[in-house]
């Protein structure tokens, strides 16, 4: 059991920055006119398309099959789908990690406040999304492509 703790510890690193919400006084995303609204597809994650392995040793496997990133307002969805093998060699499941939470655009800086806590950054396009997050060996970037 102790590899599949280790597994969910990864993935919800993978899933949410560690740190704390906190106030700032950037502008917030507010009329549908917005630039940062709007249905965003996961591409890359590491500057490799999706999906892509996470990771893969003798404990287990996950991939990361897809990810959708909606906009709306002043708020933020997230999903991301992954197939997870623990132990290695076990048959796939498929599973959703959700994290909603407040958006907040100033330029092309965008900051998404996570509700129960952490945050984290990144930058607006016109036609993406891009944010790093901390995993268990160092960044995790990951760029969503508006629809």
Avoid at 6 to 32: K, N
Avoid at 48 to 59: G, T
Avoid at 118 to 144: C, H, K, R, V
Wanted: glycine share 10%; proline share 5%; with cysteine.
């Amino acid at each position: 059991m102790k590899g599949a703790r280790r597994w969910r510890a990864a993935l919800l690193a993978m899933a949410l920055a560690a740190g704390g919400a906190g106030c700032d006084s950037t502008p917030h995303v507010t009329s549908p006119d917005a630039p940062a609204e709007g249905r965003y597809h996961l591409r890359t994650v590491d500057h490799k398309l999706v999906p892509v392995v996470m990771q893969s040793d003798p404990a287990g496997r996950v991939e990361l099959i897809s990810g959708e990133l909606y906009v709306r307002a002043d708020r933020f969805t997230q999903n991301l789908y992954f197939s997870e093998s623990v132990p290695a060699g076990s048959p796939a499941t498929m599973r959703q990690s959700l994290t909603q939470g407040r958006i907040s655009v100033n330029g092309e800086k965008v900051r998404f406040e996570v509700d129960g806590g952490g945050s984290f950054e990144g930058t607006l396009a016109d036609l993406w999304i891009e944010y790093a997050i901390q995993g268990n060996t160092g960044p995790i970037e990951f760029i969503f492509a508006k629809e």
